[in-house]
């Protein structure tokens, strides 16, 4: 069974950047898909990105495109997302989950928070 928790994220200037950490522990870690997904507050979830097993990634949200990249490093474990010039709208609690393919999710991390500040 594959775990996976988040970790980098905190309280940063517009403009600025963070690289948010999805570590997966368990077999076959590198087998799996990874997506990174953000709640803003007082909104429903949504999809950032994703990156398959082959390494094949994705960003999906059309307000992140060009700012944000997700890739992954499985000699470690860990798949990143790279957010830059970051806005207050980026605010919002991001979680990575772990499945077979960018389709399907069947493991969720606790999430971490990122605030933007103006």
């Known amino acids: 069974q594959v775990q996976v928790a988040e970790s980098g994220g905190g309280l940063v200037q517009a403009g600025g950047s963070l690289r948010l950490s999805c570590i997966g522990s368990g077999l076959d870690f590198a087998n799996y898909a990874v997506g990174w997904f953000r709640q803003p507050p007082g909104k429903e979830r949504e999809a950032v990105g994703c990156i398959s097993w082959t390494g094949d990634s994705d960003v999906y949200e059309d307000s992140v495109k060009g700012r944000f990249a997700v890739s992954r490093d499985n000699t470690i474990n860990t798949v990143y997302l790279q957010m830059n010039s970051l806005k207050p709208e980026d605010t919002a609690m991001y979680y990575c989950?772990?499945?077979?393919?960018?389709?399907?999710?069947?493991?969720w991390g606790q999430g971490t928070r990122v605030t933007v500040s103006s």
């Open positions: 989950a772990a499945g077979g393919a960018c389709e399907s999710f069947d493991t």
